[in-house]
DNA sequence: GCAATACGTCAACATGGCTGACATAAAATC
DNA sequence: GATTTTATGTCAGCCATGTTGACGTATTGC
């Protein structure tokens, strides 16, 4: 970023900064196609904003446990595995990699790692014992509680500083962008409160 | 996800799932370090669902551009640059890694391929004709509109469903969520509004 | 003139994705 | 009971994108 001063100005040219807080305030017009001149760029100003907040919030939110999961050698993608298995105790081996999106065999090599360093432990399923069922080790729950501790102090004093308001918002936008299988899945595991389909 | 249901629910146990509604509800307990029983365990639970939710949303926001780069051969790192300098015509090398927070080798092996395939070009700086301001071509602006619209169709209607208040409240968290040097950077380009330090 | 700066490049390596093919055990079905 | 499907693992190789370290080249500025 620096001193980025873009010479060209385009789209918002015309429209002051301030104008630009008025977001989605023809409701009836953003929500059909057919919307007038302005509020269209309005628009696209709006969604670039909140396209470089997603980047920028990301970036900084994953930049602190990286680096220090990097000096056990361990990185993101282990984090990942320790953070959704202590979350979920029990968890299948399928339903990891569907949280992750990811292929079995790139999951298998953390996952390996992680098992062979003890983080993580398996157990057959009881009813069907073809799963692997997974769970952290002490010693997992302990990396992961300190892991878990930086992230902890970074969003929280996020979201005391925006205000309870603020983090429902923020609560309703990121479901809205999530995929719809995992926004209701999401919502019925946690308390589903006024959600982007509305309760 | 699927059918997960821990087994074990910690933390939370106590709390009835509607409880958890009530986030940083005591003012002062949530802002100072001394914390009652309960608040502390209903701020991790707030946390952790804040922490999913990056994850989730960045997840699925990344997943359609990239399905639509790959055909092209190309990925989010060459979207990134195309991105940045779209958004900021005539930014220095510079500038970009400072907003990439990526080294300068790899850095050029992506900028490199946009150059050699005409979607950016290079131009000496007229002060200092060591800097290499970077725009991009019109092949470059299509292919970044292209991308652009994808990820502006799900972000506006995320936007959308949830309104203008949470969309506030969505920046709010997210510049909380970013490095303060870069967040006051983003608050002096465009309009500020109520951050999260106030004004 | 010389040091610092902006940028580029070569080489090697690590992480974490991917595909494809194949293996095994347990469950489910015919 | 034999067969098929499912859950999981594994080997092998490839690709994208990050890293470090070393070095080169203009250009600027003291």
Redesign the pocket.
Known sequence: MADIKSPESRSNSVFSVTDANRHTSPPAATASPKVAANPLFLREEEIRQGIELLFYAYRDFTAEADAFLDKL?L????HRCLYFIGRNPGL???DLLAIL??????L???L?DLIEQGYVE?APGLR?????LLSLTEKGAGLERDVFELQRSLIARAFRDSGAEAVDGFRQVMLGIMEPGDRTKFLQRHGRRKGPQGV
Chains 1, 2 share one sequence.
């Open positions: 050698g990185g993101r993608a282990h299948k081996v399928s999106r990811i292929t079995k065999q790139s298998s090599r953390v390996g398996q069907d014992r073809r799963q692997r």
